[in-house]
């Protein structure tokens, strides 16, 4: 988890799309959003969150296969407080984890 969240950023993240959509309501929370093909808007307070997310080729490292999306974070109108609310608790359903 970050400190501090820009108002832009990208992201590489290990998941599929499937997954990605399958994570993202639990993750934006009780905030409005509306989806659309490959991204979504979310209201945060007065401002927004705009998502945009694309399959990238496989990570492969010897044997492994990671799957990747390219994603990328767009706010308008959220003050830094609220942006890194929001990410943390973002950040929480969306981590991936092994044992």
């Known amino acids: 988890m970050q400190s501090f969240y820009e108002e832009r950023f990208e992201r590489d993240m290990a998941l599929t799309e499937a997954d990605w959509l399958r994570c993202l309501p639990a ?3 009780d905030h409005f959003y509306k989806m659309q093909a490959q991204s979504a808007g979310v209201r945060i307070g007065d401002g927004a969150l705009g998502l945009k997310w ?3 080729d496989p ?4 044997l492994v296969r990671l799957p990747r999306l390219l994603v990328s974070f767009r706010f308008a109108g959220v003050a830094e407080a609220e942006r890194h609310a929001f990410m943390k608790r973002f950040d929480l ?3 991936r984890g092994g044992g």
């Open 59 to 62: 990570r492969v490292i010897a």
């Open 27 to 29: 993750a934006i929370g």
């Open 54 to 56: 694309q399959a990238a």
């Open 93 to 95: 359903y969306m981590l």
